[in-house]
């Protein structure tokens, strides 16, 4: 028996070891193996080098199964599964080792208390070393397999009778408070929520490590009381995001990549393409705070005065931290952001006098799409934003030769803040260079991602806007569903959809290469294969509506392929036209309009634009 151990351990690939456990009978591998090779077993099972895929160790344990039933297994294995499987997922864990953590408890009986126990114990234990710097890294895998433990041990009868739950430092307040009063049934949900918490944790702690964040806006320069600031800004054009770049974690331990193409849109009555986005910020005579905000889907207004109570001035300002006000939320968090008014301010016109020399402030917002169109109009326009008022309060990050990448990491800091998750990749799209098309490479890291960006340039941009089709579906889409999609799919290491991302990172750099040579055929082939991938990570990132764009037989008859931008489930598409079929391609998709489910859709001409956020002034 101890034979067929080794050559199992030694075995290739899956094949052999499907052939070896085959060779071992029921009775053999229950009576044959003493404890010690039994924990070796269970270890081969799932750490053997030679299963480098993870549905591969999904179909060992199947096979084995088959084999030694899942009863005789639970009855046999009991003491060695109890000792070994809270090692293996420390091992996972520690390692980063791309094992779905859930095939691993399928060899745990669902009535093994004290297995599920021991593990709990011994994953709590490990962040006792762990540095606060790696902490909220570390824990999000580990929150993740937590999630699923405590919902093991909520479906035991009596579970906690014998055991209370250990403490763990990446626990939140709200967890201990749960432990401490015995609210067990509720902790797997609250592990839950802890994820995009640690994440935001790291997000914070690696940025303020920087020392550039500002607590105290300066007093606004004199010289600047007569001026009108205007700040325009291009979109993010995505074609790819090696469907992982908005998980910072994934970006962190593996590396992420991203190819962003700076552009401006025509809209309908327009003559030319132009930015997008527009912020406008002057100072006023008057004390007050005037703010404003205009794009397709919402618009917002708020003016506070002196004549206003504090405390209900205050609760109009604060009112998007109790959820509501998408319109005017990112303006104002801004504003706290940068200093201009204290975080929980008890007086707003105190502090905006205090920023203006005794007057006040008025900024306005205008953007010609919805945010949440996946061209990343949320996180460009949060630099833009902050680049303004950077620019009043005379930060360095409000000038071109500054900006980068302080004012972009301080932009994704500003959207964590309130609750909207955003990528490294989405404001860097929109920065200036010597071209609007940059690739992007994030190296592995501890501290915060550092993408480093290239240009690419020499890129026939009259041949790129004319077979890339830029297509308004016209439905609205959720991104965030979908990046807590693929956030999940990486920390499971799902045994299908983490395929998805492996795979989309090979991808990247062939539609790198399809680019710079001006394939465009090669580019739509690689295109809808990212697409497939990121429908296999997300599955709601499409559906039959959305599918319709890339398997009608008229538009692929005129296309090469193409994709959704951003996270998918509605948005724009990017449609690659085939040579000499553009024209007729715009106009079939503009047809669509007849069908009741793309009855706001339409092409929408763009332009490519590698100025980036610009900043103009201008005397009143």
């Known amino acids: 028996m101890e034979k067929k151990i080794n050559e199992l351990k030694n075995a290739k690939d899956l094949m052999r070891v499907k052939e070896i456990l085959s060779q071992l009978s029921q009775e053999k591998i229950k ?3 003493r404890e010690d090779k039994k924990q070796e077993l269970i270890r081969i099972l799932v750490l053997h080098k030679g299963l480098k895929r993870p549905h591969e160790i999904q179909e060992t344990i ?11 297994w639970n009855e046999y294995f009991s003491e060695a599964v109890e000792d070994g499987v809270p090692s293996i997922l420390l091992e996972i864990l520690e390692k980063q080792i791309d094992i779905d953590h859930r095939e691993v408890l399928r060899l745990v009986s669902n009535y093994h ?25 570390r824990g999000m895998r580990a929150a993740r397999i937590m999630v699923d433990l405590y919902k093991k041990m909520e479906q035991i ?53 920087l020392g550039q964040e500002q607590n105290l806006a300066a007093r606004m320069s004199i010289q600047d009381y007569h001026k009108q600031f205007t700040v325009t800004s291009p979109l993010r054009l995505g074609i790819s995001s090696a469907n992982a770049s908005d998980n910072h974690l994934r970006s962190k331990e593996k590396g992420g990549k991203t190819l962003n193409i700076g552009i401006d849109l025509q809209m309908e009555g327009e003559k030319e393409p132009t930015p997008p986005l527009t912020v406008r910020a002057r100072r006023i005579e008057d004390p007050k705070l005037i703010l404003s905000s205009r794009s397709m889907g919402f618009n917002g207004d ?8 504090n405390s209900v001035a205050c609760k109009h300002f604060f009112q998007y931290r109790q959820g509501g006000d998408e319109a005017l939320r990112l303006v104002k968090q801004a504003l706290v952001h940068v200093g201009i008014v204290g975080d929980n301010s008890e007086n707003i016109i105190r502090d905006i006098k205090a920023f203006t020399g005794g007057g006040g402030l008025e900024v306005s917002t205008h953007s010609k799409i919805i945010q949440g169109s996946g061209l990343g109009t949320s996180s460009i326009l949060a630099a833009s934003v902050l680049k303004i008022l950077y620019r009043l309060s005379n930060h360095t990050y409000s000038s071109s030769e500054n900006e980068y990448p302080g004012l972009y990491d301080q932009s994704i800091l500003l959207e964590q803040s309130f609750g909207l998750n955003s990528g490294w990749q989405d404001a860097r799209g929109a920065s200036g260079g010597t071209s609007a098309i940059k690739d992007f490479y994030a190296p592995a890291t501890e501290s915060l991602p550092t993408p480093e960006r290239k240009f690419i340039r020499n890129i026939d941009e009259s041949c790129f806007v004319d077979r890339v089709v830029l297509f308004d579906t016209g439905i609205a889409r959720s991104a965030t569903r979908g990046l807590n999609e693929v956030l999940d799919a990486y920390l499971t290491r799902d045994t299908i959809r983490y395929l998805g991302i492996s795979a989309s990172l090979e991808i990247h750099d062939k539609m790198v290469n399809a680019l710079q040579l001006g394939d465009y ?25 959305l599918q319709y764009l890339f398997e009608s037989p008229e538009i692929r008859a005129l296309s090469d392929g193409g994709l959704l931008t951003g996270a998918g489930g509605g948005g724009f598409a990017l449609i ?33 634009n590698s100025t980036g956020i610009k900043l103009t002034e201008t005397t009143k």
């Open 31 to 33: 009576h044959s193996l």
């Open 521 to 545: 055929t090669e580019l739509g082939i690689l295109a809808t294969k990212y697409w497939g991938f990121r429908c296999l990570l997300d599955p709601g990132a499409t559906n039959k509506v």
């Open 113 to 137: 208390t004290k297995a599920f126990y021991n593990t709990i114990e011994i994953l709590s234990k490990y962040f006792d070393d762990i540095s606060q710097a790696s902490i909220a890294m």
């Open 302 to 309: 708020l003016e506070i005065t002196e004549d206003q109570k």
């Open 576 to 608: 690659i036209a085939r040579s000499g079929c553009s024209i007729q391609l715009r106009e079939v998709l503009n047809s669509l309009k007849k069908r009741s489910e793309y009855s706001n859709s339409g092409v929408v001409s763009y332009g490519l």
């Open 157 to 209: 009868p009596d579970a906690w009778h014998k055991f209370d739950p250990p403490p763990c430092k990446i626990d939140s307040d709200f967890i201990v408070k749960l432990k401490i009063a015995k609210r067990f049934s509720e902790l797997s949900i609250a592990y839950e929520d802890l994820i995009n918490d640690l994440q935001r944790l790291d997000l914070q702690y690696h940025l303020a490590s």
């Open 62 to 72: 199947n096979h084995l199964f088959s084999i030694l039933p899942v009863n005789a």
